[in-house]
């Protein structure tokens, strides 16, 4: 049987065929890791906005100031001022009697760096939700 010593450059060719898989693979981590590092920033800017609008104090917290926290929140995590301002944060129950729910809601859309232009099936936006419900003290 004649066989060939001669194995100069498969190692490179290997390479080549394993690195667009191990790229795609690498792309898809980051792009979920920061889906869900946007979704955890959420999560947190929702409680802060519940917090501190179950607090008592005269005259009582309004759904414009917790709004206002939930984006300060969202800010201070990092978010750019212009993604902030297209956040959409939705409280029921503010100023509300002791002992009844108030609930802040944060939904925003999330757009994928890579994920969405590499396969066509996934959507470029997905929709993120985080809502908190307090009891009024």
Same mark, same amino acid.
């Given at each position: $049987?004649?066989r060939?010593? @001669?194995e100069?450059?498969?190692?490179?060719i290997?390479?080549?065929l394993?690195?667009?898989?191990?790229?795609?693979l /690498?792309?898809?981590i980051?792009?979920?890791?920061?889906? $869900?590092?946007?979704?955890a920033? $959420?999560?947190?800017?929702?409680?802060e906005g519940?917090?501190?609008?179950i607090?008592?104090?005269?005259?009582?917290?309004t759904?414009a100031?917790i709004a206002?926290? /939930?984006r @300060?929140?969202l800010? @201070?995590?990092?978010? +750019?001022?212009? +993604?902030?301002?297209l956040? +959409? /944060? +939705?409280?029921?129950?503010?100023?509300?009697?002791?002992?009844?729910?108030?609930t802040?809601g944060?939904?925003s859309?999330?757009?994928?760096?890579?994920?969405?232009?590499?396969i066509p099936?996934?959507?470029?936006?997905?929709?993120l939700?985080?809502?908190?419900t307090m009891k009024?003290e």
């Amino acid at each position: $049987m004649f066989r060939l010593n @001669n194995e100069k450059g498969v190692a490179a060719i290997e390479f080549g065929l394993i690195l667009p898989i191990l790229l795609f693979l /690498v792309m898809g981590i980051i792009d979920f890791g920061l889906l $869900m590092t946007s979704r955890a920033s $959420m999560v947190s800017a929702s409680r802060e906005g519940a917090r501190a609008g179950i607090v008592v104090g005269v005259p009582s917290v309004t759904e414009a100031e917790i709004a206002t926290v /939930v984006r @300060n929140a969202l800010t @201070n995590s990092g978010w +750019d001022e212009a +993604d902030v301002a297209l956040v +959409d /944060v +939705d409280v029921t129950g503010a100023g509300g009697a002791f002992g009844t729910d108030l609930t802040v809601g944060v939904n925003s859309n999330y757009s994928f760096l890579v994920l969405s232009k590499l396969i066509p099936s996934i959507a470029d936006q997905l929709l993120l939700n985080a809502s908190t419900t307090m009891k009024n003290e």
